[in-house]
């Protein structure tokens, strides 16, 4: 059997070269999502993920997460949790439980509490300032709050053929408290089926929701698409039908890999993932939409890893 693991953004590298660690050496799939995730919750400079994540419009950091087991469809997930360092960790554990694996606001918070998560104050000094100069330039140019997208949504698969997908999130920029996104949702954010495939979005998710994209991507691999033509027929179609009778699109991309391994992505606009499967080490590829329902994937340049690493580290005053 082999294994593999894809995952959006370039802020999920580092985690998917230690989820491939452990998938090559037997590990489980759940695990290696789960590594993935922390990894990218842990790392301050990712300011839409974990601790440094920015705010909602209030200051407060709210965030979404949730865990898939492929195998047996078991499902956790949090919404507006807060002060948990490991959101996708709390998803996980819920997805245990067959009542009450859903939780949001302080529900959420109080099982982290309840069941020794680590808890932790998630709004550091450099999101704090990032918000507070958004306040004020929100006030003059009265600005809409939603500004780039970056969840980081997995799929793994493991060498005895299971799967697993997961999600975690701050959610949009200066959201509105109480507002959830596509991310903790099944079929939105996220789906698997071990004998499938999975499929884990990023982006507009009031717009993701309205597709269900990720259940949309699993469906048409189960009928025998390959995942890079099951994610161009799910998702090009859907942004055009939504232009039409919605009279707009949000920016969105999804990733997906089936269970032999192969992978496929599509988006509306240019967008970084990391994938590895058992014949080729993970790399950072970048998407973009191509011609005709297609998306034209290309390696990743040192000049643009170069310009991004500078962006996340530059000083905020
Ligand atoms: N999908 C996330 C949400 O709507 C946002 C994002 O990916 O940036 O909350």
Redesign the pocket.
């Known amino acids: 059997m082999t294994y593999g693991t894809i995952a959006t953004w370039r802020m999920a590298h580092e985690g998917v070269i230690k989820a491939q660690d452990i998938l090559k050496k037997q590990g489980k799939a759940g695990d290696a999502v789960e590594t993935l995730i922390n990894t990218v919750e842990a790392y301050p400079y990712y300011k ?1 993920v974990g601790y440094g994540g920015l705010p909602n419009e209030q200051g407060i950091v709210e965030m ?1 997460a949730a865990y898939m087991d492929g195998d047996s469809f078991a499902i956790g997930a949090v919404a507006g949790i807060q002060n948990v360092k490991h959101a996708v960790s709390v998803a996980r554990s819920l997805s245990d439980e067959h009542f009450n694996s859903f939780r949001v606001g302080t529900g959420a918070t109080q099982y982290a509490m309840q069941n020794n998560f680590e808890i932790v104050n998630m709004l550091t000094p450099r999101a704090k300032k990032i918000w507070l100069n958004r306040l004020a330039e929100m006030r003059e140019k009265n600005l809409n709050p939603y500004d780039g ?3 980081v949504g997995a799929i793994t698969l493991d060498k005895q053929g299971s799967m697993a997908a997961a999600t975690s ?1 701050s ?2 920029f200066m959201k509105k408290a109480g507002r959830i ?3 903790p949702l099944s079929g939105s ?1 996220f789906y698997v089926d071990s004998e499938i495939g999975g499929a884990a ?5 009031e717009d ?1 929701m309205k597709g269900c994209l990720s259940y949309e991507i699993v469906r048409l691999m189960g009928e025998g698409k390959s995942p890079q033509q099951a994610c161009d027929q799910a998702v090009y179609p859907f942004i055009e039908k939504l232009k039409k009778r919605y009279g707009k699109a949000g920016e969105f991309s999804l990733v997906a890999m089936n269970h032999n391994g192969e992978w496929g992505v599509a988006t509306n606009v240019e967008f970084t993932f990391s994938v590895g499967n058992e014949t080729k080490a993970p790399r950072i590829l970048m998407a973009n939409p191509g011609p005709d329902h297609t998306t034209s994937i290309a390696p990743i340049t040192q000049e643009w890893l170069d310009a991004y690493e500078k962006r996340i580290k530059t000083p905020i005053n």
């Open positions: 839409s979404d997208h970056d969840t999130t959610g949009l996104g596509d991310s954010g979005a990023t982006g507009l998710g993701i």
